[in-house]
Nanobody
């Protein structure tokens, strides 16, 4: 079992920055990769970025060059640095932890970008 808790969401003006954090506990050793997804009202949940235990990263085209995902060496915490935020980035952001057995999700944190 893996437990994930997100923090760092909030209200920011367009062009501003926010940093999200996701703290993992439980069977951290079993995590293959972690990531961030987001879900805007009336839309499906979509990939934002992922990072593997080895440090390889993957980004949605819509956030490339603006968002950066990183992790600590033990995979205890994953971060999402979000710069140059746009109104279309407004969503609930969820942390994902992938293991061989299952995907685990956090409760989500709201990010609202005002134009």
């Amino acid at each position: 079992q893996v437990q994930l808790v997100e923090s760092g969401g909030g209200l920011v003006q367009a062009g501003g920055s926010l940093r999200l954090s996701c703290s993992a506990s439980g069977s951290i050793f079993s995590i293959n990769f972690m990531g961030w997804y987001r879900q805007a009202p009336g839309k499906q949940r979509e990939l934002v970025a992922t990072i593997t235990r080895g440090g390889s990263t993957n980004y949605a085209d819509s956030v490339k060059g603006r968002f950066t995902i990183s992790r600590d060496s033990a995979m205890n915490t994953v971060y999402l640095q979000m710069n140059s935020l746009k109104s279309e980035d407004t969503a609930v952001y969820y942390c994902l932890g992938n293991t061989i057995r299952d995907n685990y999700w956090g409760q989500g944190t709201q990010v609202t970008v005002s134009s």
